[in-house]
């Protein structure tokens, strides 16, 4: 069975892309368009990766992350940070919020792929 | 009449009165009771003012005067007014550094001058012996008149006998009770409470005696004043009393009468003494300053009465001034006779026992003293012991003085009218006033000045009063009263350089105009030496400046030699008492072989002044203390140290505030740089999150289409108009940004013309038909008004409807959506312009930040083309710009109204800069 990926943004062009990659890839897809929409996503089925933005409306990337590492059924689901802030603190912040790994928007659609491809592969080790 | 020893008798007995009240007050003071301590006790001594001259002279110089014998209590009345600001500074300096006279106080001021002080002494002694052989010769005819009246023959031969003259026996009693309580102690500061109760006493005593002859006169003798004022008319000489023009010499006579009085209520010695040496407290001042004038009202009442009475009933017969005792022997009445006579006497006692005491304490301290110290045998080196020798001079002294006043009134006192010798003495003791009274206020006066101004002053004084009182007793040439000396008449005692006036005032111009200018004039040009500016300072600025802080020897002494030294004149028990008191206030013992502290040997230096002297008290402290005395500087340094610290401190408070505002200042303008600095972080960081997303995709897309060449046409087209639409949004999005920071850096280019905004309105509603067509949703333009004109740049306000216009079209439903455009009246002398829509409307919190840069509403419905979230900044920019307004209205389920104010051209506000007013952004919940 193929795993399964959340894409949370609420840029819809920046969705339709990830999703294509992702498919492409031989995943499963799902999407939320906000912070709310990716909780409620979270709680009906615990997919094996996220794709979390960072700025969006209603809750942020950030609070998103800190809920899923408060969750004892979440705590270990990898959380990949996607944002267009540059800057190195935005870096870190992410990190520290206990994400896996932390993508600068625009990205290589290359690096995207094979960053989650790595995450997974390493959790199923 | 009266049998001689009876009024032998009441006088001993009168005397013996005084005694028992000066030993009892003494005694009760001794036991902390103190009879002085009280400001009637206080002014009634100073009414000591009024001698056997007020209680006699009065009415004499009123039989000759009429009303102007007021005139040397009106002197005093007016000084009294400003005791507050002399007297006290008087009583105060002399307090603080123990000055027991006048003379000692002239002295210190200028220098601690041994020879300021001795002259001043000088000038005191021979200004007042006339004026105790007045007093001795009023009793002494009081007497008279009481013994033989009404034989006024026999009055005028009286007392020719030496044994048979009273004035001896007055002179040796009184010697006896001035030495009894004037010497009583060994401390010259301690205060003579018998004395100084003794005189008070005395001060009623003559009061009632004056008042019940007085009421007797007018009430009983003659029916009341109206009676006598219509008989006393009736007499020609009364006729020819005028009023206060009578006096001889007009008004500069009275003026200068009036000047002379006013200075004598201060500076005469026995003044100097009960007013400022016996003063116990500075606030007694207060009461004294309207009390005794009411004294002298009081006293001075019956003296016209009595002075009309007397030339009613004896004319010429009898001297005016002896109508006050004359008129109740005349009536028969011996025993009010008696009173008036202990109340002569009284007055005549008062005066020369403080009289003479005041003027003993400053010739032995001021003359004799430091005379016998510049004697070999009486140097610090020899150690015994002068207390004693202290007292016996100032024994002496008393007795030599009062011996002086006798000869004197044997010699001439009988020549003169009463009047006439205490107006000689006045003249003497005004020579004081400008030393003091200059040195007081101005610390310019100098030791040369004031010396020369003395010198002077009293040198004219001898040749103008002086002297022809000799020569009219016959004691000198009587040429020189007739046509001035060896006949030059501009040189004529009473008349010099031809000033004709009455002898006195005559007098006390020359005398006055001499010190002044001696004393002004060399001051001015003169250089003060350090002590002399030291002490100008501590006199003049006594009240600024703390008792402590006065020190001036840099050198020092043992404990032991200040001891010794101090009780060479106080007596050893009384040093060795101030120096346990001097080691209990330290909080430990002292050794005898310790050097002293400064303090301690000022504390001692002024203790000794006390005795013997400021002056002589130097030169003794001088003696022991090893190494210099404190420069002026030095001693201003001390002086100033505190008033300096204290200023220091105030400026420093001041200087810390000033920072402490200038820090505050800097600190909020650093918040705001710093705020503006994170602002503008903010900024970029907007900018760059704004601009990343739509590249993101593009880059994605991008990426996508190039990775998979075979992919199917649709989709393929799907992702290529997204990025298309991505550099679009991308392209808004970089000019927008450019032309925010264009209009906000003041940057931006205003073509400023005159605009119709309704054609305007009507123009942005044209160019934006194609997106409210594409959205199916619905336009009205309504411009009601045909006045539309506005200030402004065409571009710049099409840009702002344009993009209200189109931020209403994206809020809106499609098909359902309706959006009207209005142009209006606002208020005042604005236009007024509306996009409103009947969209999901704003929320509070919305309308709040709605105009801030990238403030997103989030939408509700997804998909749609996201703005950059500047327009509306740029918006409100533009207004700003144009003096406008731009605010929304909106309730969230009933739409929003966007309204922009404009002002009309050519209107009052209209004065458009193109300028942006960036502090005054508009703010709807003001208006």
Same mark, same amino acid.
Request: hydrophobic fraction near 50%.
């Given at each position: 069975?193929?795993?399964?990926?959340?894409?949370?943004?609420?840029?819809?062009?920046?969705?339709?892309?990830?999703?294509?990659?992702?498919?492409?890839?031989?995943?499963?897809?799902?999407?939320?368009? *906000? #912070?709310?929409?990716?909780? !409620?996503?979270?709680?009906? &089925?615990?997919?094996?990766?996220? /794709?979390?933005? @960072? =700025?969006?409306?209603?809750? *942020? #990337?950030?609070?998103?992350? !800190?809920?899923?590492?408060? &969750?004892?059924?979440?705590?270990? /689901?990898?959380? @990949? =940070?996607?944002?267009?802030?540059?800057?190195?603190?935005?870096?870190?912040?992410?990190?520290?919020?206990?994400?896996?790994?932390?993508?600068?928007?625009?990205?290589?659609?290359?690096?995207?792929?094979?960053?989650?491809?790595?995450?997974?592969?390493?959790?199923?080790? | 009449?009266?049998?001689?020893?009876?009024?032998?008798?009441?006088?001993?007995?009168?005397?013996?009165?005084?005694?028992?009240?000066?030993?009892?007050?003494?005694?009760?003071?001794?036991?902390?009771?103190?009879?002085?301590?009280?400001?009637?006790?206080?002014?009634?001594?100073?009414?000591?003012?009024?001698?056997?001259?007020?209680?006699?002279?009065?009415?004499?110089?009123?039989?000759?005067?009429?009303?102007?014998?007021?005139?040397?209590?009106?002197?005093?009345?007016?000084?009294?007014?400003?005791?507050?600001?002399?007297?006290?500074?008087?009583?105060?300096?002399?307090?603080?550094?123990?000055?027991?006279?006048?003379?000692?106080?002239?002295?210190?001021?200028?220098?601690?001058?041994?020879?300021?002080?001795?002259?001043?002494?000088?000038?005191?002694?021979?200004?007042?012996?006339?004026?105790?052989?007045?007093?001795?010769?009023?009793?002494?005819?009081?007497?008279?008149?009481?013994?033989?009246?009404?034989?006024?023959?026999?009055?005028?031969?009286?007392?020719?006998?030496?044994?048979?003259?009273?004035?001896?026996?007055?002179?040796?009693?009184?010697?006896?009770?001035?030495?009894?309580?004037?010497?009583?102690?060994?401390?010259?500061?301690?205060?003579?409470?018998?004395?100084?109760?003794?005189?008070?006493?005395?001060?009623?005593?003559?009061?009632?005696?004056?008042?019940?002859?007085?009421?007797?006169?007018?009430?009983?003798?003659?029916?009341?004043?109206?009676?006598?004022?219509?008989?006393?008319?009736?007499?020609?000489?009364?006729?020819?009393?005028?009023?206060?023009?009578?006096?001889?010499?007009?008004?500069?006579?009275?003026?200068?009468?009036?000047?002379?009085?006013?200075?004598?209520?201060?500076?005469?010695?026995?003044?100097?003494?009960?007013?400022?040496?016996?003063?116990?407290?500075?606030?007694?001042?207060?009461?004294?300053?309207?009390?005794?004038?009411?004294?002298?009202?009081?006293?001075?009442?019956?003296?016209?009465?009595?002075?009309?009475?007397?030339?009613?009933?004896?004319?010429?017969?009898?001297?005016?001034?002896?109508?006050?005792?004359?008129?109740?022997?005349?009536?028969?009445?011996?025993?009010?006779?008696?009173?008036?006579?202990?109340?002569?006497?009284?007055?005549?006692?008062?005066?020369?026992?403080?009289?003479?005491?005041?003027?003993?304490?400053?010739?032995?301290?001021?003359?004799?003293?430091?005379?016998?110290?510049?004697?070999?045998?009486?140097?610090?080196?020899?150690?015994?012991?002068?207390?004693?020798?202290?007292?016996?001079?100032?024994?002496?002294?008393?007795?030599?003085?009062?011996?002086?006043?006798?000869?004197?009134?044997?010699?001439?006192?009988?020549?003169?009218?009463?009047?006439?010798?205490?107006?000689?003495?006045?003249?003497?003791?005004?020579?004081?006033?400008?030393?003091?009274?200059?040195?007081?206020?101005?610390?310019?006066?100098?030791?040369?000045?004031?010396?020369?101004?003395?010198?002077?002053?009293?040198?004219?004084?001898?040749?103008?009063?002086?002297?022809?009182?000799?020569?009219?007793?016959?004691?000198?040439?009587?040429?020189?009263?007739?046509?001035?000396?060896?006949?030059?008449?501009?040189?004529?005692?009473?008349?010099?350089?031809?000033?004709?006036?009455?002898?006195?005032?005559?007098?006390?111009?020359?005398?006055?105009?001499?010190?002044?200018?001696?004393?002004?004039?060399?001051?001015?040009?003169?250089?003060?030496?350090?002590?002399?500016?030291?002490?100008?300072?501590?006199?003049?600025?006594?009240?600024?400046?703390?008792?402590?802080?006065?020190?001036?020897?840099?050198?020092?002494?043992?404990?032991?030699?200040?001891?010794?030294?101090?009780?060479?004149?106080?007596?050893?028990?009384?040093?060795?008492?101030?120096?346990?008191?001097?080691?209990?206030?330290?909080?430990?013992?002292?050794?005898?072989?310790?050097?002293?502290?400064?303090?301690?040997?000022?504390?001692?230096?002024?203790?000794?002044?006390?005795?013997?002297?400021?002056?002589?008290?130097?030169?003794?402290?001088?003696?022991?203390?090893?190494?210099?005395?404190?420069?002026?500087?030095?001693?201003?340094?001390?002086?100033?140290?505190?008033?300096?610290?204290?200023?220091?401190?105030?400026?420093?408070?001041?200087?810390?505030?000033?920072?402490?505002?200038?820090?505050?200042?800097?600190?909020?303008?650093?918040?705001?740089?710093?705020?503006?600095?994170?602002?503008?972080?903010?900024?970029?960081?907007?900018?760059?999150?704004?601009?990343?997303?739509?590249?993101?995709?593009?880059?994605?897309?991008?990426?996508?289409?190039?990775?998979?060449?075979?992919?199917?046409?649709?989709?393929?087209?799907?992702?290529?108009?997204?990025?298309?639409?991505?550099?679009?949004?991308?392209?808004?999005?970089?000019?927008?940004?450019?032309?925010?920071?264009?209009?906000?850096?003041?940057?931006?280019?205003?073509?400023?013309?005159?605009?119709?905004?309704?054609?305007?309105?009507?123009?942005?509603?044209?160019?934006?038909?194609?997106?409210?067509?594409?959205?199916?949703?619905?336009?009205?333009?309504?411009?009601?008004?045909?006045?539309?004109?506005?200030?402004?740049?065409?571009?710049?306000?099409?840009?702002?409807?344009?993009?209200?216009?189109?931020?209403?079209?994206?809020?809106?439903?499609?098909?359902?959506?309706?959006?009207?455009?209005?142009?209006?009246?606002?208020?005042?002398?604005?236009?007024?312009?509306?996009?409103?829509?009947?969209?999901?409307?704003?929320?509070?919190?919305?309308?709040?930040?709605?105009?801030?840069?990238?403030?997103?509403?989030?939408?509700?419905?997804?998909?749609?083309?996201?703005?950059?979230?500047?327009?509306?900044?740029?918006?409100?920019?533009?207004?700003?710009?144009?003096?406008?307004?731009?605010?929304?209205?909106?309730?969230?389920?009933?739409?929003?109204?966007?309204?922009?104010?404009?002002?009309?051209?050519?209107?009052?506000?209209?004065?458009?800069?193109?300028?942006?007013?960036?502090?005054?952004?508009?703010?709807?919940?003001?208006?």
């Amino acid at each position: 069975m193929s795993q399964e990926i959340l894409i949370v943004d609420d840029e819809t062009n920046i969705v339709l892309s990830l999703e294509f990659l992702m498919k492409q890839a031989g995943f499963q897809v799902r999407t939320a368009q *906000d #912070g709310e929409q990716a909780i !409620q996503a979270l709680e009906e &089925r615990v997919p094996d990766l996220v /794709l979390l933005d @960072v =700025m969006m409306p209603r809750k *942020d #990337g950030y609070e998103v992350c !800190q809920e899923i590492r408060r &969750r004892e059924a979440w705590s270990h /689901l990898p959380v @990949v =940070m996607l944002t267009a802030k540059g800057r190195d603190v935005e870096r870190e912040k992410g990190l520290a919020m206990g994400a896996d790994d932390y993508i600068t928007k625009p990205f290589s659609t290359q690096e995207v792929v094979e960053t989650v491809q790595s995450i997974l592969a390493g959790g199923a080790d | 009449m009266l049998p001689a020893w009876t009024i032998l008798l009441v006088s001993a007995l009168y005397v013996g009165l005084l005694f028992a009240i000066a030993y009892s007050a003494d005694k009760l003071g001794d036991r902390g009771l103190s009879l002085v301590n009280n400001p009637y006790v206080y002014t009634l001594s100073i009414a000591v003012y009024c001698t056997a001259w007020t209680f006699y002279g009065s009415v004499g110089l009123a039989t000759e005067a009429g009303l102007a014998f007021l005139t040397i209590y009106l002197g005093p009345t007016l000084m009294a007014l400003l005791w507050w600001l002399v007297l006290r500074k008087i009583v105060r300096i002399s307090k603080l550094y123990r000055l027991t006279s006048v003379a000692d106080f002239v002295a210190s001021r200028y220098g601690k001058s041994m020879l300021l002080g001795g002259l001043t002494a000088l000038i005191a002694l021979v200004g007042t012996t006339p004026y105790i052989a007045l007093q001795l010769q009023a009793v002494s005819s009081s007497f008279d008149v009481l013994l033989h009246f009404p034989d006024m023959e026999a009055v005028q031969t009286a007392g020719a006998g030496f044994l048979d003259d009273k004035a001896l026996y007055v002179t040796i009693l009184l010697a006896v009770f001035t030495i009894l309580f004037g010497t009583r102690h060994i401390d010259a500061t301690e205060r003579l409470e018998g004395m100084v109760v003794a005189v008070a006493f005395e001060s009623v005593v003559k009061l009632i005696a004056f008042l019940a002859v007085g009421v007797f006169v007018t009430f009983i003798l003659f029916a009341g004043p109206g009676e006598l004022f219509a008989e006393a008319a009736a007499v020609p000489a009364v006729e020819e009393l005028g009023l206060l023009t009578s006096l001889p010499g007009g008004y500069g006579t009275w003026m200068a009468l009036l000047a002379l009085s006013a200075l004598a209520i201060v500076f005469l010695p026995r003044q100097w003494q009960v007013s400022v040496v016996e003063n116990v407290n500075e606030d007694h001042i207060r009461t004294a300053s309207w009390l005794f004038p009411l004294y002298l009202l009081v006293i001075n009442l019956f003296v016209l009465p009595i002075a009309m009475a007397g030339m009613v009933v004896f004319g010429p017969d009898v001297a005016g001034d002896d109508y006050v005792l004359a008129l109740p022997l005349a009536a028969e009445q011996s025993l009010l006779g008696l009173l008036v006579y202990i109340g002569g006497f009284s007055a005549a006692t008062g005066m020369v026992i403080v009289a003479t005491i005041a003027v003993a304490i400053m010739v032995s301290n001021d003359l004799v003293m430091p005379t016998l110290l510049r004697m070999r045998r009486f140097q610090a080196s020899a150690r015994h012991d002068l207390s004693g020798l202290v007292v016996a001079i100032r024994r002496v002294v008393i007795c030599g003085i009062l011996a002086l006043g006798y000869a004197y009134y044997l010699l001439i006192a009988d020549m003169y009218a009463l009047v006439s010798i205490g107006l000689i003495s006045f003249v003497a003791v005004a020579q004081f006033a400008p030393a003091v009274l200059l040195g007081l206020f101005w610390k310019g006066a100098s030791r040369r000045g004031a010396l020369a101004g003395l010198i002077g002053g009293f040198l004219v004084w001898l040749y103008t009063l002086l002297m022809p009182s000799l020569a009219e007793a016959g004691l000198l040439a009587e040429g020189l009263l007739l046509h001035g000396p060896a006949g030059i008449e501009w040189l004529h005692p009473h008349g010099l350089f031809g000033l004709d006036m009455d002898p006195i005032a005559h007098a006390f111009f020359w005398t006055m105009l001499v010190n002044v200018g001696l004393l002004v004039g060399i001051s001015l040009s003169d250089r003060q030496s350090d002590i002399e500016r030291i002490q100008a300072a501590l006199f003049v600025d006594v009240f600024l400046r703390s008792e402590r802080d006065a020190r001036f020897w840099e050198g020092t002494a043992t404990v032991g030699d200040l001891q010794d030294l101090l009780g060479r004149f106080v007596g050893r028990a009384r040093a060795a008492e101030v120096i346990r008191e001097y080691s209990s206030h330290l909080g430990r013992t002292l050794k005898a072989d310790e050097q002293a502290q400064p303090e301690l040997v000022n504390h001692v230096e002024r203790l000794l002044a006390g005795s013997i002297g400021s002056a002589s008290a130097r030169v003794m402290v001088s003696s022991i203390v090893k190494g210099e005395a404190l420069s002026y500087e030095g001693v201003m340094e001390i002086l100033d140290a505190t008033s300096r610290a204290i200023e220091y401190s105030r400026r420093l408070e001041e200087k810390s505030q000033a920072l402490e505002d200038a820090t505050r200042e800097l600190r909020a303008a650093n918040e705001r740089l710093k705020e503006l600095d994170q602002l503008k972080d903010e900024f970029v960081s907007m900018v760059s999150h704004e601009l990343r997303t739509p590249l993101t995709s593009i880059r994605a897309f991008g990426e996508i289409l190039l990775n998979n060449p075979e992919m199917d046409a649709d989709q393929r087209r799907e992702f290529l108009e997204v990025v298309v639409r991505e550099s679009e949004r991308l392209t808004r999005l970089i000019n927008q940004v450019l032309d925010l920071s264009k209009i906000e850096s003041g940057s931006a280019e205003w073509q400023l013309q005159e605009v119709d905004l309704g054609r305007l309105a009507r123009e942005a509603a044209e160019s934006t038909q194609q997106l409210f067509a594409e959205r199916q949703t619905g336009l009205d333009v309504d411009v009601a008004i045909d006045d539309t004109a506005v200030k402004g740049d065409p571009d710049r306000l099409m840009q702002l409807i344009i993009n209200l216009l189109s931020n209403a079209s994206k809020f809106t439903e499609p098909a359902e959506g309706q959006v009207n455009l209005k142009v209006r009246e606002g208020r005042g002398d604005n236009l007024r312009l509306e996009v409103s829509d009947n969209g999901p409307g704003i929320s509070a919190e919305d309308q709040r930040r709605i105009f801030d840069k990238f403030h997103q509403v989030t939408l509700a419905q997804a998909g749609k083309p996201k703005g950059s979230g500047l327009g509306l900044a740029i918006c409100r920019l533009i207004a700003d710009a144009h003096w406008g307004r731009l605010w929304v209205e909106s309730e969230p389920g009933h739409g929003s109204t966007f309204v922009c104010e404009l002002p009309r051209a050519g209107g009052e506000h209209c004065d458009i800069t193109g300028h942006i007013n960036l502090a005054g952004r508009t703010d709807p919940e003001l208006e």
